[in-house]
């Protein structure tokens, strides 16, 4: 099965109000499908719409875009990377090894704490990312 696609999320910044009607900063968020069109939903009123644009980004740039007063930022999207479990093995067969060299004799207790350390530090990159996420979500604001 292929990886999915699930579009390309972006907003719609407004620099100046030519309408009158919207005001200035983010005033929706939209996805631009992989089939090439678009969908926006409006942000900030007591009734938000949505509305679908069957012409993509070029539609959505022709009506909404006002000369460019307002203009399209994109989302990045990188998914989460993956824990990092073979640098952990790796690891853990040196330590392993070391307790054989040393006699063989390995504290239950130790290896535990350790084994613990090594999977803070294979999943700390996943962790980061949903970090940095929840701080955009927010607004930079976590």
Request: aromatic content about 8%; hydrophobic content about 35%; proline content about 8%.
């Amino acid at each position: 099965m292929p990886d999915p696609d699930f579009g390309k999320p972006f907003v719609l910044v407004r620099d100046t109000d030519v309408s009158g009607v919207s005001g200035t900063g983010i005033v929706a968020n939209g996805i631009l499908w992989p089939d090439g069109q678009a969908v926006i939903h409006w942000t900030g009123s007591t009734y938000p719409t949505t509305t679908p644009h069957p012409g993509g980004m070029e539609s959505v740039i022709a009506v909404h875009g006002h000369g460019g007063a307002t203009r399209v930022v994109w989302q990045a999207i990188d998914g989460p990377p993956h824990a990092d479990y073979a640098s952990a093995w790796t690891e853990l067969v040196g330590y392993v090894q070391e307790a054989v060299n040393d006699g063989g004799q390995i504290d239950p207790a130790h290896l535990a704490a350790y084994m613990r350390e090594l999977r803070r530090k294979a999943l700390a990159p996943a962790r980061e990312w949903i970090d940095r996420v929840v701080q955009q979500r927010d607004g930079g604001q976590s």
